[in-house]
């Protein structure tokens, strides 16, 4: 690029294009939200049979299509805000060198170099010399060559941007077919590692995060961003912000659908090539790959329930599948940033990923009894939280060790904090922590010197959570809940084996126990096959059981209702 050009340069011309790419992105918003929380809840809340699922999986391609195209406009849009910001900054740039030059009577040539005249018209000898040329460091030359590197520099960064960015948004284009496939999402995937790359080589101007942030301070960075920053870091990191403790929920469930996306289309070319090529240690690469696409999988059918039974939409507010041990995930019903009563529940050992569908459908139906208890006039939001790495039974990982509640508890505690700083404070929201099995641990190991901010605790069949009285929980003992399924062999088990392990005291007190000091539950009759994982359980007409009962009575805020152990 010349001087001239830059010089010349309407860079209003990349801002009206980036405005017409972000009108395009905004649209396949609207296009999307509109099919996942209105048409598509509305047809399975009314229609069934083989037709009605045609017609929703159409729906559902379509919402993909409209998905596709808001992140690939978005990362175009973004691209031409940042290459238009770069390019104003060096025409500022150029044109205040040039202004230089002109105020001190120098010429500027089309090459960019300057030309002045000497100092003094004579050298030392009484000979004359030409313009353009000074004695030794004479301050005319020096500040000519001053002007002069600053014109080369504003066009050097001018199209170091130009060719950088020009790579980028040429690769940003789509094939002409009407289906999004998983190699369309890769490729997304790519485009977005490219966008970020130029952006780490131009350097253009965002707002960093806070380096350590905790919740409050994440947010305040993000309330201060403006529209156009926030949709750029969007479009580029999307895996940052929807880890982001402090962020609104539909941010995050923004962010995280994205990469969960792009993740599925990234996963699914490399299980092809994995399956084709088979190279060296190609199994164990696989199983990760099957295991993580099984609880996207998980995850979908999740948003595929929207509407059934009144279910609301759900919001993914974590998604790792690269995060220490089986993948993490984070997933509320519900709206938690507006919500009455807020639920956020820790799944226990084995816990995983590729197997969280299980979890998913319990706080399915702890949200429904929740929201029947709490009354029309109240909203629930049920969290699924896993986060941290829940053990497994195998050497090494096994469920007797104390380091996966002290690695869980500070995530834990962050997310409860973000989600009391999104919703407005802790006095926005009833909020209830619940650990089932060895996530009572991480539960309990979070809130031991009231270091969690919560109204309620609730423990389902614990082992044991490092404190010995319910009142070093922070709550005060009138606030914890704990439910055992003490009839049956594997309740007793986890929760008498772990007791050497987790108890709190010497004497290693667990929550069921009367000396604990909290409230503790009916499990309700002994009717078959109940026990350590059956405490969201419904009957068959779908009432609840009296564990699941007693669980949504204390999400609700409801304690009169809960009946107790006598």
């Not at 423990?459 to 490092?466: A, K, R, T």
Request: glycine share 10%.
């Amino acid at each position: 690029m010349k001087w001239q050009t830059l010089a010349k340069l309407d860079t209003e011309d990349l801002g009206r294009a980036a405005d017409v790419y972000k009108s395009i992105s905004s649209a396949g918003d609207r296009g999307k939200d509109g099919l996942n929380k209105n048409v598509a809840p509305g047809m399975r809340g009314k229609l069934e049979g083989r037709a009605a699922n045609a017609a929703l999986r159409q729906v559902g391609q379509l919402s993909d299509n409209f998905h596709y195209m808001q992140v690939q406009t978005g990362l175009i849009r973004t691209n031409i805000d940042l290459l238009q910001e770069i390019l104003c900054k060096a025409k500022v740039r150029l044109n205040q060198a040039l202004h230089e030059a002109e105020r001190e009577g120098f010429t500027v040539e089309s090459d960019g170099s300057v030309s002045y005249s000497s100092a003094s018209p004579e050298d030392d000898d009484g000979n004359k010399i030409d313009g353009g040329t000074a004695h030794g460091a004479d301050s005319e030359k020096r500040r000519a060559q001053e002007i002069a590197q600053e014109i080369a520099d504003a066009v050097e960064q001018a199209t170091e941007a130009d060719k950088t960015f020009a790579r980028v948004l040429r690769r940003l284009k789509a094939d002409d077919e009407l289906h999004v496939s998983s190699g369309d999402w890769n490729d997304t995937a790519a485009d977005t590692k490219a966008s970020r790359k130029a952006v780490a080589k131009t350097g253009p101007h965002l707002p960093q995060p806070p380096e350590g942030g905790n919740p409050q301070e994440n947010k305040r960075w993000w309330d201060r961003l403006s529209d156009e920053e926030r949709d750029h870091y969007l479009a580029l990191y999307p895996a940052e912000i929807g880890a982001l403790d402090g962020l609104p929920a539909d941010i995050r469930d923004e962010a995280n659908r994205a990469e969960m996306a792009t993740t599925k289309g990234r996963y699914e070319t490399e299980l092809n090539q994995l399956l084709t090529e088979k190279p060296p240690g190609w199994k164990g690469r696989r199983n990760h790959i099957n295991d993580t696409l099984k609880g996207i999988e998980a995850v979908e059918s999740r948003f595929d329930r929207t509407g059934i039974k009144e279910l609301p939409p759900a919001y993914l507010l974590g998604f790792d599948p690269k995060g220490r041990g089986d993948g993490r995930i984070i997933l509320a019903n519900g709206k938690p940033d507006t919500a009455d009563h807020t639920a956020i529940h820790v799944p226990g050992t084995t816990a995983k990923l590729s197997a969280i569908d299980g979890d998913l459908n319990r706080m399915d139906r702890l949200w429904r009894h929740s929201s029947a208890a709490a009354g029309r006039d109240a909203s629930v939001s049920t969290i699924t939280w896993l986060d941290y790495d829940a053990p497994d039974i195998s050497p090494g990982h096994n469920p007797t060790r104390g380091k996966f509640a002290d690695e869980g508890a500070e995530p834990l505690r962050r997310f409860t904090e973000g989600a009391q700083a999104a919703q407005g404070g802790p006095e926005a929201s009833h909020t209830t922590v619940s650990g089932h099995s060895y996530g009572s641990s991480v539960v309990g190991e979070a809130a031991k010197g009231h270091r969690l901010p919560a109204d309620d605790i609730m423990f389902q069949g614990s082992p044991g959570v490092h404190v010995r009285r319910a009142e070093d929980l922070g709550v005060g003992a009138d606030h914890v809940w704990a439910v055992a399924a003490d009839k049956t062999a594997d309740d007793t088990t986890v929760r008498q084996g772990g007791r050497t392990f987790h108890g709190g005291g010497p004497d290693r007190v667990i929550p069921t126990d009367k000396r604990f000091g909290g409230n503790i539950m009916d499990y309700g009759p002994w009717r078959g096959p109940m026990g350590h994982g059956k405490y969201w359980d419904e009957k068959r007409n779908g009432d609840p059981t009296v564990s699941l009962f007693n669980m949504a009575q204390v999400v609700a805020g409801d304690y009169t209702n809960v009946t107790l152990k006598q």
